[in-house]
Structure formats: structure tokens, C-alpha cells
């Protein structure tokens, strides 16, 4: 009968995973809910079949459901994306900096582009010393009108995404802005690409660190705000 229940159990955990790319963790003292945020942020187009996508459609309503569960303590955001739809990607980020709940972000492999943000909006960010990140200016393929009114637009976005950054960091919006114009780095591409200690020394990143010292910070948070209450 144990062996059948542990049988179930899992069954239901694997199936929160693929449904939603997440799960919850339960522990004497805390509930804490995994999301991972993976591959190309898809936003108001669905990317062709084969690339693996998070859906903005999903996460948001995910997002909102762990900030008003009473069950769940802290949300652990696990990031190993390479960008994607630029107001997929802040919408989602704008969540998860509005919540109330603890949360703390790993970046494990990269987060690149608007991984960046997604990074930072945690109330506490990590970054383990192999991954990278991405920054560069904002971009857009496909059919663009080429009047200045559009670049306009370009700039107002990419100082949209500076200000969010640099408000949920310790990073500064001009060395932001330069790390985005750097031309000499990226061979087809202006940008720069910085490791895990980097992202660290800019304030982007709290530290660095992976998923036990996430956890850790988490409970302290989970810890601190029931001492509040």
C-alpha cells in the first residue's frame, strides 16, 4: 500500500512537471513552490515546433495562483533561457517582482536578453559561476517600418527594461547601457556576454551561488516573514 501511494505521488509530481515546469517541494517547516523557466520566453506568437518555450499565457496565471495559496511559503525560480519576446518576458518579470511571497532565482545555465530581468525580479537572485547572461540592445526581426518614430519606440522599451533592471538590483543604468553597446565581444552582434562572478561584481546578481544556497536564503525569508505575522 506504501509502495503504491510513493508510486502515486510521484506520478502526480511528474505530471505538475510537465504540465507547468514546476513542483512543489514540502518540508516540516516550509512549502516551497519550483518553477523553471526554460528555453525561448514565447510571447504573442507560438514559436515553431521543436524549440522549447516557456508560455507567458502560463506562467503568469501559475504566478498568480502561488502568491494566493496559502500553502505555499516561497517560490524558487530555476532560469536557464535564452531570451525571447521582449513584453512576454517584462510581464512575467513585473509578477514575480509585485509578489509578496519570498522568492529567490537561480540562473543555472544562462539568462541571456530578457532572462536578465526575469533574474533580477526576485527579492533575492544567484547565479552558479559556469552560467552566463546576455545584454543587448533591443531587437526585432521581421518587418519593420523605418521611420524614426520606431526607433523611438526601440529606445523607450530598452529604457524600460534599464530602469526595471537597475530598480530590482545594485546595477547602475549607465554601465547597464554600456554593457549593451560594447561592440568588440559578440562577433554578429553588439552586447556583452558576462560570467557568474561578473553579473556579480556589476549588482546585477545577489551572489553567487546554486540551488542550496537559493534554498537557503528562501527559508531565512520564509522564516523571517512568519516571525512577522
Do not use: W
Amino acid at each position: 500500500m506504501e509502495q503504491k501511494d510513493q508510486k502515486e505521488g510521484l506520478c502526480e509530481v511528474l505530471d505538475n512537471i510537465k504540465e507547468s515546469g514546476g513542483v512543489m517541494t514540502k518540508t516540516p517547516g516550509e512549502r516551497i513552490h519550483c518553477l523553471s523557466i526554460i528555453g525561448q520566453i514565447e510571447g504573442h506568437y507560438i514559436l515553431p515546433d521543436g524549440q522549447k518555450a516557456t508560455k507567458y499565457e502560463h506562467i503568469i496565471p501559475l504566478l498568480v495562483s502561488i502568491e494566493q495559496d496559502a500553502e505555499v511559503d516561497g517560490l524558487l525560480i530555476l532560469l536557464n533561457t535564452m531570451g525571447g519576446d521582449v513584453e512576454a518576458g517584462l510581464a512575467i518579470a513585473e509578477v514575480i517582482a509585485s509578489m509578496t511571497k519570498p522568492t529567490a532565482s537561480v540562473v543555472l545555465g544562462g539568462g541571456h536578453s530578457i532572462g536578465v530581468p526575469l533574474a533580477v525580479a526576485a527579492k533575492r537572485s544567484f547565479i552558479v559561476p559556469s552560467a552566463t547572461m546576455t545584454i543587448h540592445p533591443v531587437r526585432i526581426n521581421g518587418l519593420v517600418v523605418g521611420a524614426p518614430q520606431t526607433y523611438t519606440y526601440f529606445s523607450q522599451m530598452q529604457n524600460r527594461i534599464i530602469n526595471f533592471i537597475c530598480n530590482h538590483s545594485k546595477a547602475k543604468a549607465d554601465e547597464i547601457h554600456a554593457l549593451m553597446m560594447r561592440p568588440d565581444m559578440i562577433a554578429t552582434d553588439v552586447g556583452s556576454i558576462i560570467e557568474g562572478a561578473e553579473a556579480v561584481q556589476y549588482g546585477l546578481i545577489d551572489a553567487v551561488g546554486g540551488i542550496d544556497a537559493a534554498l537557503a536564503d528562501l527559508k531565512r525569508q520564509i522564516k523571517q516573514k512568519k516571525r512577522k505575522k
